[in-house]
Each structure stands twice: as structure tokens, then as C-alpha cells.
């Protein structure tokens, strides 16, 4: 390196966070885009189901195309189709479809100090904000790994998903009940698997548990979607009765 480059990588050092732009060691971007791809492939090949269940309920092959592409949040969608399908009114749909899309928008408070992107940037990151690649994002320590996790996940996972829809929708009834097919199983435990490492922490195990008893409690007698944002309050619950501290204790160990 010469003395010119070293000069202005120290600038961007103490610039501060412009080192989360600095390339990654090969083998941690090879496993960060190995877990990411996997991730992208079991959640994305989900899709199918959404693509089968928009054409039953009423919508055509376009319609739920651009729900994927646009919308892009799994449990919104398929809370939209599923009111239009029992045939609930249009602003049901969309009213329930919001509340659900009321988590991403959680996440962001997250990922937005992993990623620290500016302009256009930013509209492109809100959109592939979602469990999955938030999940990645916060699994890693690395914050250069957790932001390349984020957008690797989220492509991935977009990809997936809409060409999955569009097989769907375009076959249809022809595949029976896609939970046939464990698709369902698949992005679950692929999900559980991402997250099980970061469940070191008694807060992170507690939340954990309260999370999957409010869900249990909950599915059975509350419309599809809403267990989610429960859980999501308490987790914030939860962060927020600690007192940030495991946060304090990272930002000291990286220092």
C-alpha cells in the first residue's frame, strides 16, 4: 500500500463508519454470501404458494406479480389475498396489509445504523428491508459482513420470490397445496437456523421465549399477521427494559 492510500484510508477512519465500506476478508464475504444465498433460495422458493393463492383469490397473473414486486413483504401479502379470497372488502385488505408492514418499518431502526446509506441508496434498502435479510444483517458482528448479509439476502430473497410468484401464478391449481411440498417448512427452519447462534444473551433467550408464547397464544383467536406484531413489541419490551446495554457492550468490544 502506498503512503498516499494509507493516508486516506486513516482520513476515512476518522471520518468515522466509512470503514464498514472497506472490502472483507475472502473467506468471511464467501460465507456471509454462501448463508445469504441459502437463506434467499428457502425463503424465495416460498413464493410459489403466494403466486397460487393470489390467482385463487380473485387477482391475475399481473396483479400479483406487482404485489410481489411492489409490495415485496410475504405476511402482508398473503394477508391481502387471503381477506380478498373470503372475500372481505379491499379496504380490509389493505388496512390489515399495512399493520403487518408496520414491522419493517421497525427493522429499519436497526439496519439503518448497519447499512448508513444516503440518497436513492436509501429507497432501495427500505424496500429489501424484511425478516430475512434484517435477520442477517443483525447476525453478524462484522458490520462491513452484516451490511454486504443485508443487500446479498435481499436480492436474493427478491429474486426468488417473484420468479416463484410468477411460476405459481401461472400454474396455479395444477400444484395442489403447496404446504404439500414442506415450502412452507423450508423458510421457517431456515429462519430458526439464523437466528438459534445469536440466542447467547439471557435478554435474547427471554425474548425468544415470550416471542413463541405470545405466538402459541395468540394465532389461534387474532387475524393472520397480528401474533407478528405482538411479538415485536415485546421484543422492543424487552430491548428497552435492558437498557441498551448489551449495544453499549459491543460498541466497547469493537473499540
Do not use: K
Not at 11 to 38: D, F, I, M
Not at 60 to 66: F, G, K, N, R
Not at 229 to 245: D, E, K, P, Q, Y
Amino acid at each position: 500500500m502506498t503512503s498516499g492510500a494509507a493516508d486516506a484510508e486513516g482520513e476515512q477512519a476518522a471520518a468515522g463508519g466509512h470503514t464498514a465500506y472497506a472490502p472483507l476478508e475472502h473467506h468471511t464475504r464467501r460465507a456471509v454470501v454462501r448463508q445469504s444465498l441459502s437463506i434467499g433460495l428457502a425463503t424465495g422458493a416460498y413464493g410459489i404458494s403466494f403466486g397460487a393463492l393470489g390467482v385463487a383469490s380473485g387477482l391475475s397473473i399481473l396483479q400479483t406479480m406487482a404485489l410481489s414486486v411492489l409490495l415485496f413483504s410475504g405476511g402482508s401479502q398473503f394477508a391481502l389475498v387471503g381477506i380478498l379470497g373470503a372475500g372481505g372488502t379491499g379496504s380490509a385488505a389493505v388496512a390489515t396489509s399495512t399493520l403487518l408492514g408496520v414491522r419493517n418499518g421497525l427493522y429499519a431502526l436497526q439496519t439503518s445504523r448497519i447499512l448508513d446509506v444516503r440518497g436513492l441508496r436509501r429507497l432501495w434498502a427500505a424496500h429489501l428491508t424484511i425478516d430475512e435479510s434484517t435477520a442477517v444483517a443483525v447476525g453478524r458482528e462484522d458490520r462491513r459482513a452484516g451490511r454486504l448479509g443485508f443487500f446479498v439476502t435481499g436480492v436474493a430473497v427478491f429474486v426468488c420470490w417473484n420468479l416463484m410468484t410468477l411460476l405459481g401464478a401461472v400454474v396455479g391449481n395444477a400444484l395442489g397445496d403447496p404446504q404439500r411440498w414442506g415450502l412452507d417448512a423450508a423458510a421457517a427452519a431456515a429462519f430458526t437456523a439464523l437466528l438459534w447462534p445469536r440466542l447467547r444473551s439471557r435478554d435474547a433467550a427471554a425474548t425468544m421465549v415470550l416471542a413463541v408464547a405470545i405466538a402459541l397464544l395468540t394465532s389461534p383467536v387474532l387475524p393472520v399477521g397480528v401474533p407478528v406484531i405482538l411479538t415485536v413489541v415485546a421484543a422492543v419490551v424487552v430491548g428497552l427494559s435492558g437498557g441498551g446495554r448489551h449495544e453499549r457492550r459491543a460498541e466497547v468490544d469493537e473499540s
